[in-house]
């Protein structure tokens, strides 16, 4: 029975991902055909095959760059986020709430504003650094080996809001650079370019191969340090390996696209409600579907936005604090 029972739940869990799979598909047509032109499901092939199609321009030159973009940086927002629930054993942790991606701002908005500095290139040094540098002071304020869920909560909601007040200072003090920088920190896919993405591509698959690698002893560390030794993992190791792979995630993520808030506290919240806390599944899951609301909030962007567009930033604030707030509060009611 149980054996029976286990292949079940392991080809339902397979039906999922190919489900899961499937509404990415629909999310990624939905943002080559949407936008100030609207294009066919057939304008949207032959711009993808064909060169002198009249939609090739659109759809090569403008839409297909944000949506690549978008895939990746989804992705690797949902992958981070489901590590960082994981290694915090806390349910509200993502990047942004604990401070990482704000740091990654950070260090860029320092960049533009002191150093000059204008291309991908130079963002995702200092992208990097910010990231680990937050990661690092995080785990250390939090306590260190001896760090709780709630003291990593508290620790990174106090140096995302010194951050943040940081970038805001520097964008009122540097007026020279400061439409470059609000537009940078608002969060937006629209200035993606090919070369941006090819730049970021390696180290997304890092941080994406490294996560993978560390579902399994995650799921031991989430039973406690002794019993994760008792089961052959290191704690120590697990805990470097995971902040080694947000931060390349989230380095990434935000050099490309500015910080986007939600999408890694969201995703991994309705992905755990189909798989269960198993992160052999869960991490598989929130990489596939991560990238259906960064793209769909940018496609949502472009149609609110007409003529203009919203950028995704905004459209993932303005739908992710209702689920923040509400999951809270039914956090509280469970409890009770």
């Not at 760059?65 to 990746?72: A, K, Q, S, Y």
């Not at 990654?104 to 500095?117: E, K, L, R, T």
């Not at 709630?150 to 106090?158: D, N």
């Not at 986007?260 to 869960?282: A, E, K, Q, Y």
């Amino acid at each position: 029975m149980g054996g029976g029972g286990g292949r079940g739940r392991f080809a339902l869990r397979t039906l999922g991902l190919l489900g899961a799979a499937g509404l990415l598909l629909l999310v990624l047509v939905l943002s080559l055909a949407v936008g100030a032109k609207q294009l066919s499901t057939g304008e949207v092939m032959r711009g993808l095959t064909e060169p002198g199609s009249p939609s090739y321009t659109v759809v090569h030159e403008m839409r297909l760059p944000r949506t690549v973009l978008g895939l990746f940086a989804g992705a690797a927002l949902g992958l981070a986020g489901g590590v960082m629930q994981a290694l915090t054993r806390n349910p509200l942790a993502d990047p942004g709430l604990l401070g990482i991606n704000a740091g990654a701002a950070a260090a860029v908005v320092s960049a533009i504003s002191f150093f000059g500095v204008t291309g991908y290139t130079g963002y995702i040094s200092f992208a990097f650094l910010g990231a680990a540098a937050v990661s690092v002071a995080v785990y250390a304020v939090g306590g260190g080996r001896g760090a709780t869920p709630a003291r990593l909560a508290l620790a990174g909601t106090a140096l995302n809001a010194a951050l943040i007040s940081y970038v805001n200072a520097v964008q009122l003090m540097d007026t020279a650079s400061l439409d470059r920088m609000r537009f940078w920190t608002v969060g937006s896919l629209a200035r993606a370019q090919e070369d941006t993405n090819l730049k970021a591509l390696p180290f997304v698959i890092a941080g994406v191969l490294i996560a993978l690698a560390l579902a399994r002893p995650l799921n031991a560390l989430a039973l406690g340090d002794d019993a994760a030794r008792a089961l052959g993992s290191r704690p120590e190791v697990t805990r470097t390996a995971a902040i080694v792979a947000v931060t390349l995630l989230c380095g990434a993520a935000t050099a490309a696209c500015g910080p986007i808030v939600f999408v890694g506290l969201m995703v991994p919240h309705m992905v755990r409600s189909l798989t269960g806390p198993d992160l052999r599944w869960m991490l598989p899951y929130c990489a596939l579907l991560a990238p259906v609301p960064m793209l769909g909030a940018d496609v949502l962007g472009r149609v609110l936005g007409r003529p203009a567009e919203l950028q995704v930033g905004i459209v993932t604030a303005v739908l992710g604090g209702p689920f923040f707030l509400y999951f809270v509060r039914r956090r509280r009611v469970a409890q009770a």
